[in-house]
């Protein structure tokens, strides 16, 4: 279970709080207006943003002080964050060794894990030679491969058109194994699609998870707004 316990995030004129629970193996989109901090949001519990105040918790555990790479999580960025240098099995293999010294049966995970995904037989290739989607297929079998039990998507999708990111959001959800999913989108069918709760974040607040359907067929103020509505 995650917990953002008083959690205050400030940098210049900017604040967001947020005070919520999101369950164990829940599937949870984080939908807001540009700008109003769904990423900070993200950042701040993967480590990259301390808060001035406020705690993250992960089953009850503090996580002040762990570095990003030692808290028990994984996200995707939007650029997806591939070396361009390295092969596709050589990419994975960074989930496993920082040094890329795997052994036998780690170098069969990285296998399975391209074929999980399908891209079985693609290892040798660099990033420049895959599709969007492709290289979207990569970074996600990447995340799997760290077995962490809370995911962060940052609109790694965003940049693909409606129906890849359709699929790429259906093997997310086939491939998370229980794992607790949060995924910023900018996107509502996004959230229907993939989300059976979602966080609104505007107006300085991350407000607490409500579900998707019930959330957005009866908007409040701040999201009708976003929507236009």
């Known amino acids: 279970m995650l917990r953002l316990e008083h959690l205050d995030l400030r940098q210049d004129d900017f604040r967001l709080q947020a005070d919520l629970t999101v369950p164990a193996g829940a599937r949870v989109a984080v939908i807001g207006p540009s700008g109003a901090g769904k990423s900070t949001l993200l950042m701040a519990v993967a480590g990259f943003f301390a808060p001035v105040a406020g705690r993250v918790l992960w089953d009850g555990q503090d996580l002040a002080g762990r570095a990003p790479g030692d808290r028990p999580l994984s996200i995707l960025f939007q ?9 596709l099995a050589q990419n994975l293999g960074l989930g496993l060794r920082a040094d890329l010294r795997l052994d036998a049966g780690q170098r069969a995970r990285v296998e399975e ?4 995904v399908g891209l079985a037989g693609m290892g040798a290739r660099k990033p420049a030679q895959l599709s969007g989607g492709q290289v979207g297929r990569a970074a996600l079998a990447r995340a799997l491969l760290r077995e962490r039990p809370l995911l962060l998507l940052d609109e790694p999708f965003a940049a693909l058109g ?6 790429m959001l259906d093997l997310v959800a086939e491939l998370a194994d229980g794992a607790t999913v949060l995924m910023v989108t900018h ?15 505007a107006d300085g607040i991350a407000h607490a998870p409500r579900p998707t359907a019930e959330l ?4 409040p103020p701040a999201l009708r707004a976003y929507l236009g509505t």
Do not use: G, M, S, Y
């Open 79 to 87: 650029d997806q964050n591939l070396f361009p240098h390295l092969t």
């Open 113 to 116: 894990a391209l074929q999980r």
């Open 162 to 167: 409606p129906a890849l990111k359709a699929e």
């Open 187 to 201: 996107d509502p069918a996004d959230a229907r699609r993939f989300a059976d709760q979602t966080i609104l974040v």
């Open 216 to 219: 957005f067929a009866d908007p």
